[in-house]
């Protein structure tokens, strides 16, 4: 990704068969090092604000807390037409990485745990044949811009 050279964020890069979700890891048996994620890209239809969820792949959430804790009352998966639209990217392929190339009106929502992992990983933007590895203080680089840019809540997704 040439902004994260841009950036001067470095990373690792890891390849394997597609993932579309976090079960794909363990169906094809891929070992990548640090915290996996998963990204759920969300639609609020009473108000029409999007909502990117990104926590750690073994973290469970229910939508009724999460419209709570965010003052939203009808939230649901975006339609794949909304994911291109807003995002850029079909599914099984949204991660933070997205919010580094478009700066689209989101409400940007990071599972706590995220700021204590030694390593994380998320795939670039559109291609989940790829997973990028990041340090702590290299993720921490990536936060600095996303929190400058949208609107972004940190909250403990428990696994």
């Known amino acids: 990704m040439e902004v994260l050279k841009h950036l001067k964020i470095d990373f690792t890069r890891y390849?394997?068969?597609p993932l579309h979700s976090v079960e794909d890891i363990e169906k094809y048996g891929v070992n990548l090092p640090g915290l996996d994620t998963k990204n759920l890209f969300l639609v609020d239809k009473k108000t029409g604000r999007f909502v990117l969820v990104t926590m750690?792949?073994?973290?469970r959430m229910r939508i009724s807390d999460l419209?709570?804790?965010l003052g939203l009352k009808k939230l649901s998966f975006?339609?794949?037409e909304q994911l291109l639209e807003v995002l850029g990217v079909p599914a099984g392929t949204v991660s933070i990485l997205c919010l580094?190339?478009?700066k689209p009106?989101?409400?940007?929502?990071?599972d706590e745990a995220f700021k204590s992992a030694a390593q994380i990983g998320f795939h670039p933007p559109g291609d989940n044949t790829q997973t990028l590895?990041?340090?702590k203080v290299e993720f921490a680089k990536i936060l600095d811009v996303v929190d400058l840019n949208f609107k972004t809540r940190y909250m403990n997704f428990s696994p």
């Open 67 to 69: 419209q709570k804790a």
């Open 56 to 59: 750690q792949g073994s973290a």
């Open 78 to 80: 975006a339609s794949t």
């Open 133 to 135: 590895v990041f340090d």
């Open 105 to 110: 009106d989101l409400l940007l929502v990071i």
């Open 100 to 102: 580094l190339e478009k």
């Open 15 to 17: 390849e394997h068969p």
